[in-house]
């Protein structure tokens, strides 16, 4: 989910609570008008698409109009297109701040990021570009975000630190305080397969067997999603004849954890472990996957490679006061939604993501995957495509 949608629409229903709850018909609940900032900023210095990219909008409020019909119009939930200058800074342990980048206003939608429909206008799609890169590594940084509009003189000052990866280690494409080990083997060689099952030695029948996610922690990362995308290649047999002219590869992404915190957050590489068992990656897969059991098409496994992304403590406290609203019940009251604007709400906040690639599935888990009652229909060979 979008969460400068969540957070807007944290707003309007702020706005109708207000209403419900109020005793008297002469409650005055249009007061002084107040501008608000609502902000979306996760940067990283690894962004996906070259550039990181920021929500900066506006909250509004009109007693003569409903509110979900004011989503609609542009004008008003974005500032104007000279209103806003937004500068990122960037200082370390030893330097004072230093400006990274002035933010560009653009509309997101001619590079192809389409804002999803619903409650809030989505043509335009306005966003600010950051084209400075923060710097990465074993040096401590932190950052400051400056709003000022243009038109009010109104400043707007928010920070946060970096997440301390430490120094990068080429031979193992990993940090020195970030990096997975390979769930197989604890020495991090990708020779040894993952086994999501194996066969019981004496009755031979297959066991679902628990897989072990483990990563360093970097200085400053609070939470975490961990991906496992399985790579695999589909084709065409006919007759038990492979037709060579068919074969592709094809990927899909599981999410193995999401928004995890762990117990005790960790400072310079401490080791956490998450124990997943084996059956939840074939259920993924029989869910998600077609049945080709009627048809010529066929399947060969590859590989899995695994991606773990961290936010700093800012997006945890956000994901978290999120989560607490969303398990909200009647006659229940919402707790005040986490904001590290100034003045605003939103968040201001820095990720980081590491990939590591080519662990290898074992032979018993690959028979299971073509054998088993739950997942024979997708067409799965015995053997990998390695």
């Known amino acids: 989910m979008n969460l400068i949608n969540t957070i807007k629409k944290t707003i309007i229903a702020s706005l109708a609570l207000s209403a419900i709850i109020s005793c008297s018909n002469k409650v005055d609940v249009i007061g002084e008008w107040k501008e608000i900032p609502v902000v979306y900023a996760v940067f990283s210095p690894l962004p996906e698409n070259g550039d990181n990219y920021f929500r900066i909008e506006k909250a509004f409020l009109d007693p003569d109009t409903d509110a979900f019909q004011i989503a609609q119009n542009p004008d008003s939930i974005y500032y104007g297109p000279n209103e806003l200058e937004v500068v990122v800074y960037e200082r370390t342990e030893t330097n004072p701040y230093r400006v990274l980048?002035?933010?560009?206003?653009?509309?997101a939608n001619t590079l192809g990021f389409v804002r999803d429909s619903g409650i809030f206008a989505s043509n335009p799609n306005y966003v600010y570009v950051?084209?400075?890169?923060?710097?990465?590594?074993?040096?401590?940084?932190?950052?400051?975000?400056?709003?000022?509009?243009?038109?009010?003189?109104?400043?707007?000052?928010?920070?946060?630190?970096?997440?301390?990866?430490?120094?990068?280690?080429?031979?193992?494409?990993?940090?020195?305080?970030?990096?997975?080990?390979?769930?197989?083997?604890?020495?991090n060689s990708s020779s040894r397969p993952i086994n999501f099952c194996g066969r019981n030695p004496i009755t031979n029948d297959f066991?679902?067997?628990?897989?072990?996610?483990?990563?360093n922690q970097p200085t400053n990362a609070t939470i975490y999603d961990l991906t496992?995308?399985?790579?695999?290649?589909?084709?065409?047999?006919?007759?038990?004849?492979?037709?060579?002219?068919?074969?592709?590869?094809?990927?899909?992404?599981?999410?193995?954890?999401?928004?995890y915190v762990p117990d005790n957050i960790g400072t310079n590489g401490d080791a956490e472990t998450v124990k997943v068992s084996g059956e939840?990656?074939?259920?993924?897969?029989?869910?998600?996957?077609?049945?080709?059991?009627n048809t010529n098409i066929r399947r060969c496994a590859h590989r899995?490679?695994?991606?773990?992304?961290?936010?700093?403590?800012?997006?945890?406290?956000?994901?978290?006061?999120?989560?607490?609203?969303?398990?909200?019940?009647?006659?229940?009251?919402?707790?005040?939604?986490?904001?590290?604007?100034?003045?605003?709400?939103?968040?201001?906040?820095?990720?980081?993501?590491?990939?590591?690639?080519?662990?290898?599935?074992?032979?018993?888990?690959?028979?299971?995957?073509?054998?088993?009652?739950?997942?024979?229909?997708?067409?799965?060979?015995?053997?990998?495509?390695?």
């Open 304 to 386: 899995i490679d695994l991606r773990i992304d961290c936010g700093g403590p800012e997006l945890a406290e956000l994901i978290s006061t999120q989560n607490a609203n969303s398990s909200l019940i009647g006659g229940l009251f919402p707790v005040d939604p986490y904001s590290n604007i100034e003045d605003g709400i939103g968040i201001f906040s820095y990720k980081f993501h590491l990939i590591k690639t080519g662990y290898k599935i074992g032979a018993e888990s690959i028979e299971y995957l073509s054998e088993s009652d739950d997942t024979q229909k997708l067409g799965f060979k015995a053997l990998s495509c390695n």
């Open 101 to 107: 980048d002035t933010l560009e206003r653009i509309d």
């Open 207 to 215: 066991e679902f067997q628990d897989v072990n996610y483990t990563w």
């Open 228 to 259: 496992a995308t399985f790579r695999y290649y589909e084709y065409q047999e006919n007759n038990g004849v492979v037709d060579s002219s068919t074969w592709s590869e094809k990927s899909i992404s599981w999410k193995v954890l999401r928004n």
């Open 280 to 293: 939840n990656f074939y259920n993924f897969l029989k869910n998600n996957l077609s049945d080709v059991s």
């Open 130 to 187: 950051m084209r400075g890169r923060p710097i990465g590594g074993s040096t401590r940084r932190s950052y400051k975000m400056v709003i000022k509009n243009n038109r009010t003189g109104k400043t707007f000052t928010q920070y946060c630190d970096a997440i301390l990866m430490g120094n990068y280690r080429p031979s193992e494409n990993s940090y020195e305080y970030f990096n997975i080990t390979n769930p197989a083997n604890p020495n």
